[in-house]
C-alpha cells in the first residue's frame, strides 16, 4: 500500500495568516491526490483534486501543487471558517490511501 | 443538490451484525461508485471497499473481506454495508463517499457511529 505522510499533525494559527500542509508519498502517485476538510458534525468536504484542481465551491485562498511523491496545501489569509482538520488521500492505485490528518487550531 | 444521507448510531453486542444505509440523492445512482470509509475514535480514515450501483459489482479491501458486505437498492438509490461479527475493534465512524471509479471522493455522506460492546 502506499503511505501517506502528512505534516505536521497539529497546527496554530490566527485569521489573516497564511499556512502550509505537507503531504509525502511512499511512492510516485503522479498527481493524483486530493486534499480534505473535516469539520464537526458536517460531511468530509474535497477541496482539491488531482494535486491541484480546485473543486467547484472551494475559496480561491485554498490552493494546492506538488506531483510525483511531495504534496502541499496552502490556504492563504485563513478565515474562521478554516480552521478544522485536513486529511490528504492518494488515488494512484488500490487501495486508496490516506494521511493522518492535519488539525488547524486558533492560535 | 448531492447528498449521501446515512443511517443514525449503532449499539451492538460483540459477535453481532448491523447494516448500514447510506441514501443517495441529486444525481444518477447506478453512475457513480460508492466507496466506505472506516475512521476509528482519533484515528484517520481507512477505505472499506466500494460498490458500483450500477451492476452491483463490489471491491474489498483485504483486512475487510469477510468482515463488510455491500449491496444496493436501485429502487430507493441506497446503499448498505453489513458488517459482520462485531468485535469491539469494528468500533468507529463509518462514511460513504461517492467517487467515479479509481478516483477522490467527492461528496461524503455525514458518518455513522457504530459501537461495539457488551
Known amino acids: 500500500d502506499v503511505q501517506m505522510t502528512q505534516s505536521p499533525s497539529y497546527l496554530a494559527a490566527s485569521p489573516g495568516e497564511s499556512v502550509s500542509i505537507s503531504c509525502k508519498a511512499s511512492?510516485?502517485?503522479?498527481?493524483?491526490l486530493a486534499w480534505y476538510q473535516e469539520k464537526p458534525g458536517k460531511a468530509n468536504k474535497l477541496l482539491i483534486h488531482?494535486?491541484?484542481t480546485l473543486q467547484s465551491g472551494t475559496p480561491s485562498r485554498f490552493s494546492g501543487s506538488g506531483s510525483g511523491t511531495d504534496f502541499t496545501l496552502t490556504i492563504r489569509s485563513l478565515e474562521f471558517e478554516d480552521f478544522a482538520v485536513y486529511y490528504c488521500?492518494?488515488?494512484?492505485?488500490?487501495?486508496?490511501?490516506f494521511g493522518a490528518g492535519t488539525k488547524l487550531e486558533l492560535k | 443538490q448531492v447528498q449521501l444521507q446515512q443511517s443514525g448510531a449503532e449499539l451492538a453486542k460483540p459477535g453481532t451484525s448491523v447494516k448500514l444505509s447510506c441514501k443517495a440523492s441529486?444525481?444518477?445512482?447506478?453512475?457513480?461508485?460508492i466507496y466506505w470509509v472506516k475512521q476509528r475514535p482519533g484515528q484517520g480514515l481507512e477505505w472499506i471497499g466500494y460498490?458500483?450501483?450500477?451492476?452491483?459489482?463490489?471491491y474489498y479491501s483485504e483486512k475487510f473481506k469477510g468482515k463488510a458486505t455491500f449491496t444496493a437498492d436501485t429502487s430507493s438509490s441506497t446503499a448498505y454495508m453489513l458488517l459482520g461479527s462485531l468485535t469491539p475493534e469494528d468500533s468507529a465512524y463509518y462514511f460513504c463517499?461517492?467517487?467515479?471509479?479509481?478516483?477522490?471522493?467527492?461528496?461524503w455522506g455525514q458518518g455513522v457511529m457504530v459501537t461495539v460492546s457488551s
Open positions: 463517499a461517492r467517487s467515479v471509479y479509481g478516483g477522490y471522493f467527492d461528496y
Open positions: 441529486g444525481y444518477t445512482f447506478t453512475s457513480y461508485y
Open positions: 460498490i458500483y450501483p450500477g451492476n452491483g459489482g463490489t
Open positions: 511512492k510516485s502517485i503522479s498527481n493524483n
Open positions: 488531482s494535486g491541484s
Open positions: 488521500q492518494q488515488y494512484n492505485e488500490y487501495p486508496p490511501t
